[in-house]
């Protein structure tokens, strides 16, 4: 795999709107606030998943076939929960937030939408297609096709 192929923005966007969508699943159906701790935990620790088919891929990820990998070795998956959270520190914020019930929700959504556009502007602008949070941790995502 060349580690110039790198993944478009659209194929980000909707790994990731997968994984915000499995986010909120999990805070409307478990009650009790335990689904929005656990949406919380996935946000933030997706990137680090190592089971039999899933490596360094959140479930968004795996169905669009992209991953996260090092910066500076694009042939190393990250697999430290450090450059994992840093690296999702940005939507971890969001989804932290709507551990509170209702005006968590609303916070989320105040502070999310301009969050996620600015993510979204920064993927189209840049060259390796990196988000905020690419640029903190010193990760790209790239193509596994």
Same mark, same amino acid.
Request: hydrophobic share 50%; glycine share 8%.
């Given at each position: 795999? +060349?580690?110039s192929?790198?993944? +478009? $923005?659209?194929k980000?966007?909707?790994?990731k709107l997968i994984? &915000?969508g499995l986010?909120? =699943? @999990?805070?409307?159906?478990i ?5 929005s701790v %656990?949406? =919380?935990?996935? +946000?933030?620790?997706?990137?680090t =998943?190592?089971f /039999?088919k899933?490596?360094g891929?959140?479930?968004? *990820?795996r169905?669009l /076939?992209?991953r996260v990998?090092s910066g500076?070795? $694009?042939?190393?998956r990250?697999s430290?929960?450090k450059? +994992?959270v840093?690296r999702?520190? !940005?939507?971890?914020?969001v ?5 509170? !019930?209702v005006w968590g929700?609303? %916070?989320? &959504?105040?502070?999310?939408i $301009?969050?996620?556009l600015?993510?979204?502007s &920064?993927m189209i *602008?840049?060259d390796?297609?990196q988000r @905020? ?8 995502v790239?193509d596994?096709e």
């Open positions: 795999m +060349s580690h192929h790198y993944a +478009s $923005p659209q980000r966007l909707f790994a994984d &915000l986010v909120l =699943f @999990l805070g409307l159906v009650r009790g606030g335990a689904g %656990l949406g =919380f935990l996935y +946000s933030i620790f997706a990137d =998943f190592s /039999k899933i490596q891929q959140s479930l968004g *990820k169905i /076939k992209i990998v500076h070795e $694009p042939h190393t990250i430290r929960m450059t +994992s840093v999702n520190a !940005p939507v971890g914020i989804t932290f937030l709507m551990i509170i !019930p929700w609303i %916070l989320s &959504l105040l502070i999310g $301009p969050l996620f600015i993510e979204l &920064l *602008k840049a390796r297609h @905020l949070g690419d640029v903190m941790a010193e990760s790209v790239l596994c």
